[in-house]
T-cell receptor, first 114, second 112 residues
């Protein structure tokens, strides 16, 4: 167990809808990162939040947005869902934004877009 | 886009044998990490090796890093059925926001 939890475990949406995924980081971890993992692929970095501010972003469109809260929880929001958004979404928390630092992953949310 | 490439994509061995997986990457790194993933679930951190380190051990795991060749290997000795999983290498770049860039993984199957 990494101490990182995510909800929901599974989610089914239709194209064009909006979705919010949630993550609860380890206590004291002020950095959270989100990754998208398509079937059979490695995870791809979406963005990172450090002390409630976006600290870096991967190659994802603006309809992917996030929030980080002072209580070590965070959200990933995806608007105007597309079929290709179907994937496992992973959040990972780390103690700092400095490197090197270990990232602790949650179990993921499986999103299916129909 | 994926930075790293793992080799082989799939590996099947008998219990008790050693398993070696390789990873190559393209850009300068601060560190390289190996993760394990069971059946599409969350990733479990195995080991982190810094760019100025050449070898690191953790239990039955041995990781090497060759920055001149931009490559790393993960050796699992005396494999067990419970080692069956996908293994990913992930690089953390030398600059910019801390983010992990993963390869496509090696699917390891340990046969009893």
């Amino acid at each position: 167990e990494t101490g990182v939890t995510q909800s929901p475990t599974h989610l089914i949406k239709t194209r064009g809808q909006q979705v919010t995924l949630r993550c609860s980081s380890q206590s004291g971890h002020n950095t959270v990162s989100w990754y998208q993992q398509a079937l059979g692929q490695g995870p791809q970095f979406i963005f990172q939040y450090y002390r409630e501010e976006e600290n870096g972003r991967g190659n994802f469109p603006p309809r992917f947005s996030g929030l980080q809260f002072p209580n070590y929880s965070s959200e990933l929001n995806v608007n105007a869902l597309e079929l290709d958004d179907s994937a496992l979404y992973l959040c990972a928390s780390s103690l700092t934004s400095a490197r090197p630092d270990t990232q602790y992953f949650g179990p993921g949310t499986r999103l299916t877009v129909l | 886009s994926q930075q790293g490439e793992e080799d082989p994509q799939a590996l099947s061995i008998q219990e008790g044998e050693n398993a070696t997986m390789n990873c190559s990457y393209k850009t300068s790194i601060n560190n390289l990490q190996w993760y394990r993933q069971n059946s599409g679930r969350g990733l479990v951190h195995l080991i982190l090796i810094r760019s100025n380190e050449r070898e690191k051990h953790s239990g039955r795991l041995r990781v090497t890093l060759d920055t001149s060749k931009k490559s790393s290997s993960l050796l699992i000795t005396a494999s067990r059925a419970a080692d069956t999983a996908s293994y990913f290498c992930a690089t953390d770049a030398a600059r910019g926001a801390q983010k992990l860039v993963f390869g496509q993984g090696t699917r390891l199957t340990i046969n009893p």
